[in-house]
């Protein structure tokens, strides 16, 4: 069982940045792709960056691609996600998920998720 916490959301003003990080229990982290997701307010979850097991490899999505970086750090059981020239459109919960072998896209490849962290961004 891995459990998975977020930290790092806050409100910005638009073309601001911040740093989501999201903290994992277990001894098995390193064992995992991870990724990121985020819904926004009357919209489904979609996803938004994965890296694999080793960090040597990313995936994002279109949207954010070019502003966001994602990232791990193995000894420390931590992913985190940098997000620079922020859009009021990027404002959601964002939440942080893992279990899975490979990176994907899809929710349902993933079997762990954090509690999610609100990210704000105002024009």
């Known amino acids: 069982q891995v459990q998975l916490v977020e930290s790092g959301g806050g409100l910005v003003q638009a073309g601001g940045s911040l740093r989501l990080s999201c903290a994992a229990s277990?001894?098995?982290?390193?064992?995992?792709?991870m990724g990121w997701f985020r819904q926004a307010p009357g919209k489904e979850r979609e996803f938004v960056a994965t890296?694999?097991?080793?960090?040597?490899?990313?995936y994002y999505a279109d949207s954010v691609k070019g502003r966001f970086t994602i990232s791990r750090d193995n000894a420390k059981n931590t992913v985190d996600l940098q997000m620079n020239s922020l859009k009021p459109e990027d404002t959601a919960v964002y939440y942080c998920?893992?279990?899975?072998?490979?990176?994907?896209?899809?929710?349902?490849?993933?079997?762990?998720w954090g509690q999610g962290t609100q990210v704000t961004v105002s024009s």
């Open positions: 998920a893992g279990g899975t072998l490979v990176t994907g896209t899809r929710q349902n490849q993933y079997r762990y």
């Open positions: 277990g001894r098995t982290f390193s064992s995992y792709a």
């Open positions: 890296i694999t097991r080793s960090g040597s490899s990313t």
